[in-house]
């Protein structure tokens, strides 16, 4: 379907435009994400893109207080820590990324196995725009 080269910075435009991809190695389907142009697996290099459908579940999180300075340049510290989570994949593999719309300064509230659904943080506009991947509860 698609032409682009399967590397981080196909992965990144994709994330800009809402969609999050991951290739699929044509010899033994195992899929990536962010895509590699060589099979972790197989090491061929007969790739595909796969649109991932952004659905899973919960397998871990974290909510941290002290963050990197672009976090606390979002206005997150001591008290308004951010949760950073695992999330499984309905396609079968694990993903790291933000985990938003739950209340970080009651994580005991956060459940591990509760269903998430992704969605897409956008910073910064044209040239310097950039998306970060987030997971919400369903
Ligand atoms: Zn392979």
Not at 13 to 28: A, D, I, P, V, W
Not at 91 to 96: K, P
């Amino acid at each position: 379907m698609e032409e682009r080269p399967f590397n981080d910075i196909s992965y990144e435009q994709f994330l800009n435009e809402e969609k999050l991809m991951g290739s699929r190695c044509k010899k033994c389907d195992t899929l990536s994400v962010p895509p590699r142009s060589i099979c972790i697996k197989c090491y061929g290099s007969e790739m595909e893109w796969v649109e991932i459908k952004g659905k899973g579940k919960l397998a871990a999180f974290t909510c941290i207080a002290v963050g990197p300075p672009f976090m606390i340049e979002e206005g997150y510290d001591r008290k308004h820590p951010y949760c950073s989570g695992v999330v499984d994949l309905e396609e079968g593999l694990r993903i790291v990324a933000r985990i938003e719309e739950v209340d970080t300064n009651k994580p005991e509230n956060i459940k591990v196995g509760m269903p998430v659904t992704m969605k897409f943080l956008h910073r910064g506009k044209g040239e310097n725009l950039h998306t970060f991947l987030a997971f919400k509860p369903s």
